[in-house]
């Protein structure tokens, strides 16, 4: 009998906001799953709609998340990444995605609690998913 592992999530998480919240989650030592692989960038806008398709090759889902409307430290670069995250929301859905396996939001530094809840949150229906195997990467299960 084979043992189904927890889902991968590949995690793309702004220096200045998303990461820090994230930061602030393990320092207070709060509980998320520990299947997310943290990609640190320098804004949430600089993140490519194909960074995101190149890490579902090896990853179950996709967090994308960046500081709230009006505290991004670019100005804008975070409503850069909204845009860019509804464009490819709008198509992944015909390339055969399920929605569920992409998702991008806002957290502040000082939400580890919210980082750590919507991580969970995504874990919980990643698994209610099928294993993801589509484009040449790994599947895991």
């Excluded at 709060?30 to 960074?51: A, H, W």
């Excluded at 889902?61 to 709230?68: I, K, L, P, Y």
């Excluded at 975070?78 to 198509?91: D, E, M, P, T, Y």
Aim: aromatic share 10%; net charge positive.
């Amino acid at each position: 009998m084979r043992i189904m592992e927890e889902r991968k999530i590949c995690a793309f998480l702004c220096t200045w906001c998303s990461y820090a919240g994230a930061d602030l989650a393990g320092v207070s030592r709060l509980q998320y799953p520990p299947n997310i692989k943290i990609i640190r960038v320098p804004c949430s806008g600089r993140v490519d709609p194909l960074f995101i398709l190149n890490a579902l090759k090896q990853c179950d889902g996709v967090f994308t998340a960046g500081c709230h409307p009006g505290d991004c430290h670019y100005s804008s670069g975070n409503l850069v990444a909204r845009r860019k995250f509804s464009l490819l929301h709008s198509l992944i859905d015909f390339i055969g995605v399920e929605k569920e396996r992409v998702r991008f939001d806002w957290i502040s530094a000082a939400e580890g609690n919210a980082f750590a809840r919507k991580v969970t949150k995504m874990t919980q229906e990643l698994a209610k998913l099928d294993p993801w195997d589509r484009w040449g990467g790994k599947k895991n299960d």
